[in-house]
Nanobody, 116 residues
Framework: QVQLVESGGGLVQAGGSLRLSCVASGSIGFRVYAMGWYRQAPGEQRKLVARISGGGNTDYADSVKDRFTISRDNAWNTVYLQMNSLKPEDTAVYCC?????????WGQGTQVTVSS
């Protein structure tokens, strides 16, 4: 059973930065194909923010390109999301997802609130 724990969320003013972390455990014997960050704002569906594959390829939502950067450690133990130039519309619960040989796993999420 893979467990994902996110941290780093909080309240920040517009234009500020936050760095989210997602720590994975219990993945011994699993092969991780990719990990990603998703977000869900109140009343909206969960949407992809950024993802990173085993080869290091990255994808970003158009709304966060050039502001957010996803990265990971080589062992897939931790995935980061560096968020710069934050906007009020970035306010959401940010969740981490791991795509593995034994299925997809989600963390509980961390709240990010950007004030104007």
């Amino acid at each position: 059973q893979v467990q994902l724990v996110e941290s780093g969320g909080g309240l920040v003013q517009a234009g500020g930065s936050l760095r989210l972390s997602c720590v994975a455990s219990g993945s011994i014997g699993f092969r991780v194909y990719a990990m990603g960050w998703y977000r869900q704002a109140p009343g909206e569906q969960r949407k992809l923010v950024a993802r990173i594959s085993g080869g290091g390829n990255t994808d970003y939502a158009d709304s966060v390109k050039d502001r957010f950067t996803i990265s990971r450690d080589n062992a897939w133990n931790t995935v980061y999301l560096q968020m710069n130039s934050l906007k009020p519309e970035d306010t959401a619960v940010y969740c981490c997802k791991s795509v593995t040989t034994r299925g997809d796993y989600w963390g509980q999420g961390t709240q990010v609130t950007v004030s104007s």
